[in-house]
């Protein structure tokens, strides 16, 4: 895992987000400089981290340095290793890794003590995209179709088979397609090695695709399907029914009849410094101002639109602050103490593995299934996944 951090480290080199230099008192705790990792250069969450950065720099001569990562592992990893503080992350950093599933269950991880700090909640779309020459109208019409499967990163993979179950399909119904990371993917998807990725609408690649000659559709996940979507959110409980205008192709004329769930997720791990997390997320609305217009979807990380019941825990940094404005509920603060038992639950479940012997890690892949199913069951809470 080092290894891979640090060739991802030489090979994308941090970008230093520049601008002209200001000078008003940055929120005490934040140092000169400060480094976040992000989702590849053309995402929307890159995107979104130049414009925060530069507004960063603007207003208090910040230094932002964005590592760019191609899947959950590597953009999750830099904080574990403490080379960023923070991270513009999505649900397989944030959910994934706190639930150790996936990726996240191999030997070398394990459930992570993730927290929240601020979520972007934009008019976005985060759903399956298809080439619209590949005739792709409703999920329904995936079955027989291409779809990107991204490796090492179990929130895309994970996002499209709860998509798929919307429809009663899985990846038996599909052509899998294995890529190395989000961006290639997308490529993928431009250059008709496949049908169907999982993206942001605010992407990059998803304007590129819509400007190519395959053209870009919103396969529609209709609202109406009460049914659709309890298989949906049985797989994936942090998507919500939503109508996207923005992005490519889209507007507010004309909507996308999709799902969605917060991202970025700008988050950290919970040792960190509490004085620090609540400088970034005053610095974060202090700025707010500065790049809400800067990139797509950037409006989503207004205050006015955080929310406080979501499935990964807030740091107590971030807590502070929202205190602070008034915002934070006694339900927001049971919500959050659920979700802080919940981590505890798996920590202790994933130390009861590790005390046992295995023949191999599949043998231990299975113990960690089968106890954390149990562990969770016990408590009256929800596996959600059993295996994987």
Request: charge should be positive; proline fraction near 5%; glycine fraction near 8%.
């Amino acid at each position: 895992m080092k290894t891979c951090f640090n060739q991802l480290a030489l090979a994308a080199a941090s970008l230093v987000v520049a601008g002209a230099a200001v000078a008003q008192s940055a929120p005490s705790g934040l140092p000169n400089t400060l480094a976040w990792s992000a989702y590849d250069v053309g995402s929307g969450g890159y995107n979104q981290a130049v414009a925060i950065g530069n507004a960063l720099k603007q207003k208090y001569g910040i230094n932002l340095r964005i590592l760019p990562g191609k899947n959950d592992v590597s953009r999750t990893l830099p904080i574990r290793e403490g080379q960023v503080q923070f991270s513009a992350n999505g649900v397989g950093g944030s959910y994934m890794a706190q639930e150790g599933i996936y990726d996240f269950g191999a030997k070398n991880w394990g459930p992570q003590a993730v927290r929240a700090i601020m979520l972007n909640n934009s008019d976005q779309v985060l759903s399956a995209i298809a080439a619209k020459d590949a005739g792709i109208k409703t999920v329904a019409d995936m079955k027989g179709k291409r779809v990107a499967w991204v490796i090492g990163s179990p929130s895309l993979n994970q996002n499209i088979t709860a998509i798929l179950a919307f429809a009663n399909l899985t990846w038996n119904d599909v052509k899998k397609v294995e890529f190395g990371g989000f961006g290639a993917s997308l490529d993928g998807l431009i250059n008709n090695q496949v049908d169907v990725a999982f993206s942001s609408s605010i992407s990059g690649k998803a304007y590129q695709l819509a400007k190519s000659p395959r053209g870009l559709n919103y396969p529609i996940i209709a609202h109406s399907d009460k049914e659709g979507w309890k298989r949906l959110q049985a797989v994936a409980p942090f998507f919500f029914p939503f109508y996207g205008k923005e992005g490519a192709d889209l507007s507010p004329e004309k909507p996308a009849e999709s799902a969605s769930y917060p991202y970025p997720v700008l988050m950290t791990y919970a040792k960190q410094d509490p004085k620090l997390v609540k400088a970034m997320a005053s610095a974060m609305v202090d700025t707010f101002d500065a790049y809400k217009g800067a990139a797509p979807g950037n409006a989503g990380w207004a205050l006015s639109r955080q929310n406080f019941g979501w499935v990964v825990p807030y740091h107590e940094g971030a807590i502070a602050y929202f205190k602070e404005k008034g915002i934070w509920t006694p339900v927001h603060e049971k919500n959050n103490a659920m979700l802080l038992k919940r981590q505890q639950i798996l920590a202790d479940a994933w130390k009861e593995v590790q005390s046992r012997k295995h023949a191999d890690d599949k043998a231990f892949a299975q113990d960690w299934m089968k106890t954390r199913a149990a562990a969770l069951t016990k408590a009256g809470m929800d596996p959600v996944l059993k295996s994987w």
